[in-house]
Structures are given as C-alpha cells and as structure tokens.
C-alpha cells in the first residue's frame, strides 16, 4: 500500500468537489452495471459486503462521461485492519473474467495476469468514494472487479492483496465505437490522409481506402479493413510511392491516380476501378490484399471505370462514362453492351 502525503485543505475541497459534482453527473445517467464489492461466504475477514460498484452511461446530449466510455462510482468503509480500520493510500480497480477467491483463512489475492487494472482508487482514512471512466466495449464488461493492492503480497510472490472483490451485472449492449481509419496514419511526408472510397459486404465486413499527398502525379493510397464493424481497421495494401517500409501482411496497390469504383462480391474476391491512365480494371481473389489488371479487349486504355456491381457470384456490370460492360461468368469474361 502507498501511503498518501498531505494536501492542503484547499486542495482536499477541490477534490470532494469534483467528486461530487461526477456523482451528480452520473446520476443523471443510465445504470448500466451494478454490484457490491466483497467476497461472498469469504471467512478471512476481507471483503466487507458495504462497497458499491455503479457503473453509468451518458443519455443522448450528456457531457460526460465521454461517448463510448462509462463511469464507475465505487463507495465503501471500513478499509484497512480491525480495530481501526483507518486505512490511508492507494488501491487499483481491476476487471477479471476469474471468479472471487475463496481462501477461507489466507489472504485473499490474484496475480497481475489474472487482471486488468482500470484505475486508481484513493482510500481516505478507512473510506473508498470515487469515479473512474472505463471505456465501454464487451471486452471491458467483465463479470468482476475487485480493488487490489499493487505490491507482492508478503510471503505470496506473484500474489496481490484483494481487498475487496464482487460480482457484477450489467444490462443493454455497449455502444459500438468505430474508428475513421484514415486517423491511424499518417502519409509518407507526415500529413494527415484524406477519405476515399469506403465498400460494406455487411454490418461487420468492410473497407476503407484513404489518400496520401501527390507524388510522381499520382496519389499515395491505402487500403483498410475491418471485421468489426469499424472498432478496430488493418491496412490491408497500399501503393509504393515513396518506397514505404515493408510491413507484414500488407499487398501492392498500383500506383495511379483516384479509385474511381470498388465492390467486394465476397470476403476474398474484391473489384477496383481506377481514373488514371492505363488498365482500369482490377481484381483481388485475398480479399484486397493483392490485385492483378483485368484487360478487356474492348475497353480502350485510360478510360476510367466509374461503377462495378455483382449481382450474384456470375452476374456483374461494370459502366464508364459512355459504355457498359457485362460478364456472365464471374468477370471471366466482360462483353460491352
């Protein structure tokens, strides 16, 4: 345990009254996970059954907590060894999928791998009373939290002091964060990249180009996916201009100007148009990773392809400006209307 030095009593207000002011904040949210902290049936002596976990999410127009995350207010006393049971320091809120321990006689603990810790928590002479913002996902919603001490447990290595440890119950689904993947990089020269054209097989597969600036007339370009829905993204491919860095897992683009058209029939077999100069048509059989030039016979070179659509796994239509192309067996073969 750490022990708290001294703050002004001016510093101490400040604090009560930003914790008061989160109360009320989360008070006028929705309760969305709820508990009480303490080990059930635990004959130790650890683990009071007076700690409560809230946790609340903003209604549409709050302020806080922020969008994606929740609010958690942990209250409780009696911390610390009997007869006092004046604690003073430091404790860690840590989610857990692993059931409470029950020692029945020796200390209650978990190992730093057993957990993920989510915050700090200030014990003020015996009493716990605090919020901390989690970000709120399936992942985070674990079935118990606990508030453990950071340091080895005397005579246990590995092993931390729980101090308290409960079960949690949460209601409704979190809210689905999603990511704009064209703010995971940057382009070559350091600036931000810029929206292309995105495609969505479903609510969960998708993909996203995004533009870096001009180099050699033509646009630095990067293709990212995500499984997910938009939580999480991975670049996929991108061209070579400026000869970025190999990376695992990551195909060639061809280098040309804008992606004018981009249709995915499945998860492995994707289409591209370009509007630069050269064979505009292009196709991938990994999912975007990779794409090799489709040449039609009776399509005259640098004439952009605007739009590609499938309608089943043999029937596709790809149009220019003036012209429209059909195929009968997959894009095999592409004959003009």
């Not at 022990?3 to 001016?10: D, E, G, Q, T, Y």
């Not at 840590?94 to 029945?104: D, F, K, M």
């Not at 970025?244 to 004018?260: K, R, T």
């Amino acid at each position: 345990m750490i022990s708290v030095p001294r703050r002004s009593s001016a510093l101490s207000r400040f604090g009560l009254a930003l914790l008061v002011g989160a109360g009320l904040i989360a008070a006028s949210c929705t309760l969305v996970g709820q508990g009480h902290l303490n080990v059930a049936n635990d004959l130790s002596g650890i683990g009071a059954d007076n700690t409560i976990f809230r946790a609340f999410a903003a209604d549409p127009g709050d302020a806080w907590p922020p969008a994606g995350n929740v609010n958690i207010y942990v209250h409780g006393d009696d911390f610390g060894s009997p007869p006092s049971f004046g604690l003073n320091g430091y404790l860690y809120l840590a989610r857990t999928n692993l059931a409470c321990p029950q020692s029945e006689g020796a200390p209650e603990a978990f190992t730093l791998a057993n957990v993920t810790l989510v915050g700090i928590v200030t014990v003020t002479n015996g009493t716990v009373n605090q919020n901390v913002t989690m970000q709120d996902t399936v992942a985070t919603r674990q079935s118990h939290f606990a508030l453990i001490e950071i340091p080895e447990l005397s005579g246990y290595p590995g092993l931390h002091l729980i101090h308290r440890c409960g079960e949690i119950t949460w209601t409704g689904t979190p809210p689905s964060v999603t990511v704009d993947p064209c703010t995971l990089r940057t382009s070559l020269d350091g600036l931000p990249l810029s929206s292309g054209k995105t495609f969505a097989l479903d609510a969960m597969k998708k993909w996203q180009f995004c533009y870096g600036g001009a180099a050699a007339g033509s646009n630095e370009k990067l293709l990212f996916e995500t499984a997910n829905g938009g939580t999480s993204w991975t670049l996929i491919s991108r061209t070579t201009l400026g000869s970025p860095p190999a990376e695992a897992g990551v195909g060639e683009l061809p280098n040309g100007n804008g992606v004018s058209a981009l249709f995915f029939q499945d998860a492995t077999k994707g289409w591209l148009g370009l509007s630069s100069p050269g064979h505009n048509l292009l196709k991938s059989i990994d999912g975007g990773h990779n794409w090799t030039e489709v040449v039609v016979p009776s399509l005259p070179v640098a004439v952009p392809v605007e739009t590609i659509t499938f309608t089943d796994a043999t029937h596709g239509t790809f149009t220019t400006h003036d012209d429209t192309w059909t195929t009968t067996d997959g894009g095999t073969t592409w004959s003009k209307v």
